[in-house]
């Protein structure tokens, strides 16, 4: 005999039965429907679960793209800011370079006044030696207009003098010296006039014939213009040498902005926390990817949902159906048979067989 014993052991024993057929000995057709079995609670079950399942994957989703948009926004803003690092290098590079190229002619025109210095310092010195040589010719004249200087402001003081003892006194004494007094004085100013004259034709006769220079006051007034000029090629040279140190100080200041671009060029581009947000990213996305796989419990039930309605799996007579309406399925459900050959297999006493022969009728209980 051919039949087929439907189990439903793995159902839990709450599921209680829906529905089932009515008539025991109804024929079915392979998949028609036996028994239904109630799902409400298992829907609800299923339900909640999926209620989670979207909530999680939501969850996950939510955190990838955050954690990407996240990765993005860094990136752009980490390599905007490369950008503008590299650009300040750049500005301090040139920097440095204008304050290089400053010093090279801090240090050209340093040279220039230094030649323009020792230049003056040397005209000076010649023009110093040939005035000291021209006043040495003329030393003994110019003490002698000074000596009669003297004189003459002694015989001035002696007139005065006189002057006045013949104011307060007009006696023929006091006249007598003041008229003495004028002729010393008259004396002293022939004397000077002719010292004087001595000494203007001993400067006229000084001079520097290498220098192109005759006279004394020539010879002073070159003297006069070459300290002048000397003085002013010095003020020129401690400008010089100032700007020299200024550039100097200038490229240290520029080599040490250089460096820091540098530093700051290099830490941007080591940015550790942009590897962090692309972890984060990795991270996320497995997560997500975990996420998107349906969980166990899920299919699990889905799988009993599935299994809640019975079917024939073969054509034939259900002979015993063990389910009624509301009763709790466990165990055998239902029994189909194929009734239309059955063979019956029995064992007879051996004392019985001689009594029997083809097509004799017997009943089996």
Do not use: W
């Not at 010649?126 to 030393?139: E, F, N, Q, R």
Request: overall charge negative.
């Amino acid at each position: 005999m051919d039949d087929l014993i439907l189990q439903v052991n793995h159902l839990s024993k709450s599921f209680g039965t829906h529905e089932v057929l009515k008539d025991i000995d109804f024929t079915v057709k392979k998949g028609d429907v036996i028994a239904t079995l109630d799902t409400s609670d298992l829907e609800k079950q299923i339900e909640s679960a999926e209620e989670s399942y979207g909530d999680t994957l939501k969850s996950a989703q939510t955190s990838y793209d955050r954690a990407t948009a996240d990765l993005e926004t860094s990136t752009v803003q980490h390599e905007n800011s490369l950008i503008d690092l590299q650009a300040k290098i750049d500005q301090a590079d040139q920097n440095l370079q204008d304050a290089k190229d400053a010093l090279t002619k801090a240090q050209e025109n340093e040279r220039k006044t230094q030649s323009t210095y020792d230049t003056a310092v040397s005209d000076y010195n010649t023009l110093k030696s040939a005035y000291d040589s021209a006043s040495a010719s003329i030393s003994t004249y110019t003490a002698a207009l000074n000596a009669a200087a003297d004189a003459q402001n002694q015989a001035i003081s002696a007139v005065n003098s006189a002057i006045a003892a013949y104011n307060a006194d007009p006696s023929d004494a006091n006249k007598d010296a003041m008229n003495a007094a004028n002729d010393n004085l008259k004396s002293a100013k022939e004397a000077y006039q002719s010292a004087q004259a001595s000494l203007t034709d001993a400067q006229n006769s000084c001079s520097a014939p290498s220098l192109g220079l005759y006279g004394f006051n020539n010879i002073s007034d070159a003297l006069k213009n070459a300290d002048s000029t000397k003085n002013q090629a010095e003020s020129a040279l401690d400008s010089a040498k100032n700007a020299v140190d200024t550039a100097n100080t200038q490229i240290s200041t520029c080599e040490q902005q250089v460096k820091a671009a540098h530093d700051s060029y290099d830490q941007e581009k080591n940015y550790s926390n942009l590897l962090n947000k692309s972890q984060n990213v990795e991270d996320s996305a497995t997560k997500l990817e975990q996420a998107q796989r349906t969980p166990d419990n899920l299919e699990t039930l889905r799988s009993t949902l599935e299994d809640c309605t019975l079917t024939a799996t073969m054509d034939g007579t259900i002979t015993a159906l063990n389910a009624t309406v509301g009763s709790v399925c466990s165990g055998t459900v239902a029994t189909i048979q194929n009734t239309d050959a059955l063979v019956v297999d029995v064992t007879i006493p051996a004392n019985s067989v001689p009594k029997l022969s083809t097509g004799m009728t017997c009943h089996i209980t």
